[in-house]
């Protein structure tokens, strides 16, 4: 397969204020030259501790940001040298979920706005057919559309903004930590769901966690990340199995088995439909 994305020596520094005239300003080195590529249909995983530069990524991926170095590229375009014409048009092929499906939804909006807010203008009963198909795909119904997000529980505003990312049918979704506000019991349904997804429409995923298990459970590779740089990558099998770096296995060691018992559950899509 081809490379669908494309991160090359992907550096970020940011200035924090100055904390006296006669200095200069502090600057934190969030990523410090990563790279690694993402074939069509694959799932990579990046972990690593809280300050490791795991979501710095995934806003720079999404083109959320501007690195201070260093390229991202989706299907051969260099997204942060695109016109922001020609990105608005790109990012129908990459989308993302969120942390937080609280946060992520806005408590002002029915949930038909909130779903077809990535897609272009259309006829009404179009859009409206095109939110319920996306509702649909992530085990929701169509009566769903009039109602807002606090008529829903976690895990539901979170099939929610699944729903929202698949809408435009993109080819890759940035997943940044989509499971760790949920119950550990919720979780296993939005992990399953996500596999679903991804065999039913060709998906690739990035997805950022700091839990070992649930990127054991959902990606073909992972990537570990300390200090803004990636240290080790593999396979699950090898890397959480033979971890070869002093610190990949220090994060094995400290991994609780209860959370992986969870992780890969039996729990499937439609158990959370109601």
């Given amino acids: 397969m081809s490379a669908l994305l494309e991160v090359t020596d992907l550096v ?3 200035k924090l204020p100055r904390d006296s005239l006669l200095r200069p300003a502090p600057v934190v080195h969030a990523l410090n030259g990563v790279s ?3 074939e069509a249909g694959k799932s990579l995983g990046i ?3 809280s300050g490791s530069g795991k979501s710095t990524l995934a806003r720079l991926v999404m083109a959320l940001e501007v690195p201070s170095a260093g390229r991202v590229t989706l299907l051969g375009r260099d997204l942060h040298a695109l016109p922001a014409s020609d990105l608005r048009a790109a990012r129908r092929d990459f989308q993302m979920v969120f942390q937080d499906p ?3 939804l806005d408590p002002r909006q029915r949930i038909e706005h909130i779903v077809a807010e990535p897609l272009p203008a259309m006829p009404p009963a179009e859009r409206r057919r095109q939110v319920a198909d996306a509702l649909d795909a992530v085990g929701l119904r ?4 009039e109602k807002y997000p606090h008529e829903f529980s976690g895990g539901q505003r979170q099939r929610i903004a699944i729903a929202r990312a698949l809408i435009t049918r993109p080819k890759l979704i940035v997943a940044d930590e989509p499971v760790s506000a949920l119950d550990v019991s919720v979780q296993a349904q939005v ?3 996500l596999q679903d997804l991804r065999a039913q429409f060709g998906l690739a995923y990035l997805f950022i966690s700091h839990d070992l298990a649930v990127v054991d459970h959902v990606c073909d590779e992972v ?3 300390r200090e803004g740089r990636i240290v080790e990558q593999g396979s699950p099998e090898r890397l959480f199995r033979q ?5 990949t296995r220090a994060l094995v060691a400290a991994a609780p088995h209860a959370r992986r018992a969870a992780a890969v559950g039996s729990s499937r899509v439609a158990a959370d439909r109601s």
Avoid at 142 to 145: F, G, I, N, P, R
């Fill in 12 to 14: 970020k520094h940011y």
């Fill in 36 to 38: 690694f590529t993402l």
């Fill in 47 to 49: 972990v690593g501790e």
């Fill in 102 to 104: 609280y946060g992520s």
């Fill in 142 to 145: 169509a009566a769903d559309l």
């Fill in 191 to 193: 992990l399953n769901l």
């Fill in 223 to 225: 990537a570990v990340m």
């Fill in 243 to 247: 971890p070869a770096h002093p610190y």
